[in-house]
């Protein structure tokens, strides 16, 4: 069964650090290029950015209000995406989804439950 | 950046009512547009991917349609699932971006 599992949120305080996991399986993450989307509570659907395969350079993008304070890499390894979230503002308050496309669409098909950031003292 | 235009933000609608949500991205995607349904709680579900291919397992009754700038999701008789907030979403440009959604609700 093809699945991304989120980990890793909580509350924490204005200016503080969190780093969440997605565990993928069911499909060959090695070739996945994999996105970071994320929703405050009552608001729309955010693109936080993406990470490249390696295969196709690995590199990542990031949409303007997070560039600079989160990081997204990834383990092949462990099928395992993370993002490092630094300098954590109230406005980053969300629910965060992992996702990807594994059908060459262009469009994101598989999704995670998502998990909660709490940013506040 | 590119940025996402959906309208309306809400509608009310009748079970069986044909329902049209519309999206204008602020510059030419080609056919790089993807819509989304989202129900309360849960994440969302891909409906149309590359404006108007119909991701397997999603009912007929949805269809997408446009190119450049201006697209177009239609629900042709709108069922009880079909309550939830729609997406749309631009896979163009380097950075994605999601249009405001628009919440369909009951009449």
């Known amino acids: 069964e093809v699945q991304l599992v989120e980990s890793g949120g909580g509350l924490v305080k204005p200016g503080g650090s969190l780093r969440l996991s997605c565990a993928a399986s069911g499909f060959t993450f090695s070739n996945a290029w994999m996105s970071w989307v994320r929703q405050a509570p009552g608001k729309g659907l955010e693109w936080v950015g993406r990470i490249k395969s390696k295969t196709d350079g690995g590199t990542t993008d990031y949409a303007a209000p997070v560039k600079g304070r989160f990081t997204i890499s990834r383990d092949d390894s462990k099928n395992t995406l993370y993002l490092q979230m630094n300098s954590l503002k109230t406005e980053d308050t969300a629910v965060y989804y992992c996702t990807t496309e594994i059908e060459g669409a262009d469009a994101f098909d598989i999704w995670g439950q998502g998990t909660m950031v709490t940013v506040s003292s | 950046d590119i940025q996402m235009t959906q309208s309306p933000s809400s509608l009310s609608a009748s079970v069986g009512d044909r329902v049209t949500i519309t999206c204008r991205a602020s510059?030419?995607?080609?056919?790089?547009l993807n819509w989304y349904q989202q129900k309360p709680g849960k994440a969302p579900k891909l409906l149309i991917y590359a404006a108007s291919s119909l991701q397997s397992g999603v009912p007929s009754r949805f269809s997408g349609s446009g190119s450049g700038t201006d697209f177009t999701l239609t629900i042709s008789s709108l069922q009880p699932e079909d309550f939830a907030t729609y997406y749309c979403?631009?896979?163009?440009?380097?950075?994605?971006?999601f249009g405001g959604g628009t919440k369909v609700e009951i009449k």
């Open positions: 979403q631009q896979s163009y440009s380097t950075r994605s971006a």
């Open positions: 510059q030419s995607i080609s056919s790089y």
